[in-house]
């Protein structure tokens, strides 16, 4: 059986079927292995099950032993690998699309939710106790009817828009949709364009090199005043002093984010914001996903030993 370091605990039924898939190395203690102990408990292995927490950079794959042939991370989003690195030293990365998006689409809601309707605030009045209901109190944004904007209308892009249907679908992506999987949302060839009609705006896009801090100061000014940013992606994708500035000057309302650059030091500016309603990163935070995830990422490395290839590769 192959040899597989798993670099974070799983949940007990994906430990179960690692055990029967290969012979796991398993993190019991799940402690935050370091770059350099990856790359020491990977000595003797035919393959890594990383998740978003590990920085598989090219410093790191390139002194891994000659043995891994995969990573195969525990995420949809797999900005912590270098694909080129990895594909430069013939190993696959795989990922694991689809089964987090219904539980990631519903935290995108929530950001959505909590910033227009100032839960952040609401949450600390109520436990501080003492409140007084009165006809202004902690008025909020009312969503329906306002336009939504969806930066990014892959399977989580579309799963918000349907679930926000009572709100006016704008979006961005890289090709307009077919109209079945539009569902009336309006296509916007460019960010300037979406942005300028976004009242809410769900950032839902992978990070890359040209979604890298597509929100920054020149892009913040293309919003209507009082527009509320939300992102349940990656951080990378927001230059956060532009988005803070923003808030200051309220030209942004609020912000809904599970997600930082630098996670989990997020940017301090963003705690002494009011109207910042965020969360550590519970996307696909539901026990059902996260055992589809594992066991996605177990099979990804069972078919790629099996067949010499897997369709979640992404290198
Ligand atoms: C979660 O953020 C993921 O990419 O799976």
Same mark, same amino acid.
């Given at each position: 059986m192959k040899k597989i370091l798993i670099t974070r605990k799983l !949940? +007990?039924?994906? &430990? /179960? %079927? =690692?055990?029967k898939t290969f012979t796991p190395i398993f993190n019991t203690? /799940? &402690?935050l292995y370091s770059q350099k102990k990856v790359i020491e408990m990977s000595n003797g292995c035919d393959g890594i099950l990383s998740s978003l927490t590990d920085k598989m950079d090219k410093q790191t794959i390139d002194k891994l032993p000659d043995t891994i042939k995969i990573i195969s991370n525990f995420a949809v989003g797999f900005g912590n690998i270098d694909l080129e690195a990895a594909k430069s030293r013939g190993i696959a990365v795989t990922n694991t699309p689809e089964v987090l998006s219904d539980a990631t689409a519903e935290i995108g809601i929530l950001l959505i939710l909590g910033a227009c309707r100032r839960a =952040? &605030? #609401?949450? $600390?009045s109520a436990q501080e106790g003492g409140w007084k209901w009165s006809a202004d109190y902690l008025i909020g944004k009312q969503l329906t009817g306002t336009r939504l904007g969806v930066l990014g209308m892959g399977r989580i #892009? $579309? %799963? !918000?828009? +349907?679930?926000a249907r009572s709100m006016i679908i704008h979006?961005? @992506?890289r090709s307009k949709l077919s109209e079945e999987k539009e569902q009336g949302a309006v296509y916007h060839k460019d960010i300037k364009s979406l942005f300028s009609v976004s009242d809410v705006l769900s950032i839902c896009c992978?990070?890359?090199k040209e979604t890298e801090n597509m929100i920054n100061k020149e892009t913040v000014e293309y919003f209507p005043k009082g527009a509320v940013i939300t992102n349940v992606a990656r951080g990378d994708i927001v230059d956060d002093e532009a988005l803070i500035d923003a808030l200051n000057r309220r030209k942004i309302y609020a912000v809904g984010l599970d997600v930082y650059k630098n996670e989990p030091n997020l940017n301090p500016g963003y705690s002494k914001i009011k109207s910042a309603f965020i969360l550590p990163h519970l996307g696909s935070a539901t026990k059902d996903t996260r055992i589809a995830m594992a066991n996605l990422?177990? /099979? @990804? !490395? /069972? &078919?790629?030993?099996k067949t010499g290839n897997c369709k979640n590769k992404v290198n």
């Open positions: !949940i +007990k039924e994906s &430990e /179960d %079927k =690692a055990v203690n /799940d &402690e =952040a &605030e #609401g949450i $600390q #892009g $579309q %799963k !918000i828009a +349907k679930i979006y961005h @992506n992978p990070a890359t990422a177990i /099979d @990804n !490395i /069972d &078919e790629f030993f």
